[in-house]
Nanobody
Framework: QVQLVESGGGLVQAGGSLRLSCAAS????????IGWFRQAPGRERWFVAA????????YYADSVQGRFTISRDSAKNTVHLQMNSLKPEDTAVYYC?????????????????WGQGTQVTVSS
């Protein structure tokens, strides 16, 4: 089992920045990748970004490319999502997820463990 706890959400004005963190515990040595997804009210959960734990390769959704940066702190088993130039359409609950054997990073069903989520609200 892997436990994930997100933090760092909040309310920010458009154009502002937030930094989300995902702290992993438990059987983290079995983790292949950590991803971030978001879900707005009444909408599906969408892929945002992912990072491979061993080699640090990163992947982004087109909508956040150039504005968001995912990184990892291996010593602390933590993944960060730096979000800059935020837009009202970025408003959602953000979830981090851990995959033990990731084939295609965009597919939510490939992730085995999920955090509880953290709310991000961007006002216009």
């Amino acid at each position: 089992q892997v436990q994930l706890v997100e933090s760092g959400g909040g309310l920010v004005q458009a154009g502002g920045s937030l930094r989300l963190s995902c702290a992993a515990s438990g059987r983290t040595f079995s983790t292949d990748a950590i991803g971030w997804f978001r879900q707005a009210p009444g909408r599906e959960r969408w892929f945002v970004a992912a990072i491979r734990w061993n080699d640090g390769n990163t992947y982004y959704a087109d909508s956040v490319q150039g504005r968001f940066t995912i990184s990892r702190d291996s010593a602390k088993n933590t993944v960060h999502l730096q979000m800059n130039s935020l837009k009202p359409e970025d408003t959602a609950v953000y979830y981090c997820a851990a995959a033990q054997a990731l084939t295609y990073y965009r597919r939510a069903y490939e992730y085995d463990y999920w955090g509880q989520g953290t709310q991000v609200t961007v006002s216009s």
